[in-house]
């Protein structure tokens, strides 16, 4: 089975409990103050559990959010209640073109896929889905700090026992790779590093233009040693 379809699950979901509901409202703050008010409404493309998605919702944006993890969108409405939601695969979203005002892209949802033209079919699906002018937010890991800060292992201890993590980095295919071992199970999470001049041209290419790159959610702007890459910017008009 494909890692994403395995991995984003219940075993997820205990791993990265410490990403609760005051990150999510900080970095909502932080897209409503570089994107400001949308007409329309706002895509959270891999929303996970709809955190982000419930927050955006709470400060009064009209926001829908998609997901390939059944367990992870049937978890969100168990936790906020009924969400506009739905199971979809990003390569291939199932909404009309132009169909968002806005796009926001949380928590290193990208890189996900085995070859390079299925990480550019998502690029290509959100410059689709947005309208002309539509704003985005693309927050994503920095190929350099994770080279410089990756730690090989880590024992964690969490309610369910003992989680061994395993990462490396495969030059092969630039992919960052973490193998998480519980109990007798063991899961692999791998996500294709693309730097910034990747990204740019793959954005550019399809329509999207960024207009800022941050490298924290308070703010700074982006170089060598953030610990994110996040960009702000728009559909091409």
Known sequence: MT????????A???????RDDEEARRQVAFFREHAGSVDGVILDLACGTGRHLAELNAEGYEAFGCDLSFTLL????????????ARA????????????????????????FATEDENLKVVREMARVLRPGGVFLFDYLNVDR??????????LETPSGRVEIERWFDPRDRSFNKRITIGQKRYLERVRGYDLGEISTMFNSSGLSIREAFGDFDG?????ASPRLILVGSRAR
């Open 3 to 10: 890692w994403y379809k395995e991995w984003f699950g219940e």
């Open 74 to 85: 049937r978890t969100g409405i168990d936790e906020y209640g009924p969400l506009p939601v």
């Open 89 to 112: 695969d990003m390569r291939s979203l199932p909404f009309g073109s132009g169909s968002f005002s806005g796009l926001v892209n949380f928590f290193t949802s990208f890189g996900y």
């Open 146 to 155: 994770e080279l410089d800060k990756l730690v090989e292992r880590e024992t």
């Open 12 to 18: 997820y979901l205990e791993l990265y409990a410490h």
């Open 220 to 224: 700074a702007p982006f170089d060598a």
